[in-house]
């Protein structure tokens, strides 16, 4: 899997958009981005993932630029609970694999009042 | 709450002794992963099941690791002779076998700490 760059830390203040980056200039045709943010003390949690358009859920949206080497990830009014650690993880489509989740080491995203 | 449960949440041991770890996937989940996260990293992929077989392990699963799915239900996660490099948090995860989304659902994890 295609390995993934991202900023150590980022603060944002409260009710703003956070617009996390990240860098995988190495990623292949066949290769999703995915994004997952993991809260002092707990598990990893899915956020979103897309392959070249950009999308949007009921917690975050990512953009996905044209040639897929970077994407963004944002939370549109970050709130104090979004302060965590975000992992931008590029992994294949293929059923048959395990498709482990390669974690780098995040960005701690801290959401200031 | 993601549906994933792991026991115990904390477990301290001294050094030598053995350990089990437990996790109850969710249920329809017939994919379980096994993770290894020490402070300030993420976490680190450590052992794959797809129904009660075990098809990948990581380097970083040594001889003194076993991990089991008897029935392709809980899995556990041992370790004998601890040593205090195995401090750290263990993760499990799953998920369900249709589709091509790897979207994991993790518990919420084992603190082991080896004195």
């Known amino acids: 899997d295609a390995k993934t760059t991202q900023p150590t830390s980022m603060d944002c203040a409260e009710g703003r958009a956070a617009n996390l980056p990240c860098n995988h200039s190495?990623?292949?045709?066949?290769?999703?981005v995915y994004w997952y943010r993991q809260i002092h003390s707990q598990g990893p949690q899915y956020i979103i993932h897309?392959?070249?358009n950009n999308e949007t859920n009921e917690m975050a949206s990512l953009i996905i630029t044209e040639d897929r080497k970077s994407s963004t990830l944002i939370l549109p009014h970050a709130t104090l609970r979004d302060t965590a650690v975000y992992y931008c993880?590029?992994?294949?489509?293929?059923?048959?694999?395990?498709?482990?989740?390669?974690f780098g080491s995040g960005t701690q995203l801290t959401v200031l009042p | 709450d993601t549906g994933v449960s792991q026991d115990p949440r904390h477990k301290i041991t001294k050094r030598g002794q053995n350990v089990t770890f437990r996790c109850d996937p969710i249920?329809?989940?017939?994919?379980l992963y096994w993770y290894r996260q020490t402070l300030g990293q993420g976490p680190e992929f450590l052992t794959y099941?797809?129904?009660?077989?075990?098809?990948?392990k990581s380097r970083l699963l040594s001889d003194r690791f076993s991990a089991e799915r008897p029935k392709g239900s809980f899995s556990t996660l041992e370790i004998q002779r601890t040593e205090q490099g195995d401090s750290a948090m263990y993760l499990c995860?799953?998920?369900?076998?249709?589709?091509?989304?790897?979207?994991?659902?993790f518990g919420p994890g084992t603190r082991l700490t080896v004195l």
């Open positions: 995860a799953s998920r369900p076998s249709a589709g091509g989304h790897n979207e994991q659902f």
């Open positions: 190495t990623i292949s045709g066949n290769e999703y």
């Open positions: 897309g392959l070249k």
């Open positions: 993880i590029v992994s294949r489509i293929s059923s048959g694999s395990a498709r482990q989740l390669t």
């Open positions: 249920s329809e989940h017939n994919r």
């Open positions: 099941f797809q129904n009660e077989a075990q098809l990948e």
